[in-house]
């Protein structure tokens, strides 16, 4: 069966500052991963894509992954109050995402 | 405006009931999925559908069966052997299906049983 592991949090951290989230992957093989957004009572909402080892980086957003570490994380940068959600991370497995069970981001005025 | 829709927002069973939720994307995916999700768990996938008249059990299928008969729409319905319904499911569907593709959600059905 393959996973996604991430740490359940909260991750507290203040306005301004960098917020790191972290997710691990049991499958070497997975090629592309995903990290999603979830505010409380909400759906999931795509925020970041990455496909090769590096950084990729979208306003605010940076993922990086590293495959031989099977390990890819979400860095956001300059984090505002309306950051406070919860962060899934999804990698592939057999015809369908396997999601964690997300991390919980605090960003405090 | 393109995007998935699903119906209704929320919904009431009583014991016994069966029950469908609606789900319509307009984006012309071919890969279509249900997910159930409970308070501070993670997402857990019932169905999902790759092509039209065709569809696979996910993880968790017991107690719920799903339709495919046009491309656009992938109906859920949770019968009375789900022992444990109240949850909130989540639509998603995918432009290609493939597991290396993202999927983008519905906003959602909050299903309660009385």
């Known amino acids: 069966q393959k996973e996604v592991e991430q740490n359940s949090g909260p991750l507290s951290v203040p306005e301004g500052a960098i917020a790191s989230l972290n997710c691990t992957y049991s499958?070497?093989?997975?090629?592309?991963f995903f990290w999603y957004r979830q505010y409380s009572g909400k759906s999931p909402e795509l925020i970041m894509s990455?496909?090769?080892?590096g950084d990729k980086e979208d306003g605010r957003f940076t993922a990086q992954l590293n495959k031989a570490s099977q390990y890819v994380s979400l860095l956001i940068r300059d984090s505002q109050p309306s950051d406070s959600a919860t962060y899934l991370c999804?990698?592939?497995?057999?015809?369908?995402?396997?999601f964690g069970t997300g991390t919980r981001l605090l960003v405090s005025p | 405006d393109g995007g998935i829709t699903q119906s209704p927002k929320y919904l009431f069973r009583k014991e016994g009931q069966n029950v469908t939720l609606s789900c319509e994307q307009n984006?012309?995916?071919?890969?279509m999925y249900w997910y159930r999700q409970d308070p501070g768990q993670g997402l857990r996938l019932i169905y999902y559908?790759?092509?039209?008249?065709?569809?696979q059990k996910g993880d968790i299928a017991e107690g719920y069966s799903v339709s495919r008969e046009k491309k656009e729409s992938f109906p859920l319905t949770v019968t009375s052997a789900q022992k444990n319904p109240t949850a909130f499911y989540l639509c998603?569907?995918?432009?290609?299906?493939?597991?290396?593709?993202?999927?983008?959600f519905g906003p959602g059905t909050r299903l309660t049983v009385l």
């Open positions: 984006l012309n995916h071919d890969a």
């Open positions: 559908s790759q092509i039209v008249n065709d569809f």
């Open positions: 499958d070497r093989g997975s090629q592309s």
């Open positions: 999804a990698a592939p497995g057999f015809q369908k995402l396997v």
């Open positions: 998603a569907s995918s432009p290609i299906p493939s597991s290396y593709n993202e999927q983008f």
């Open positions: 990455i496909y090769s080892n």
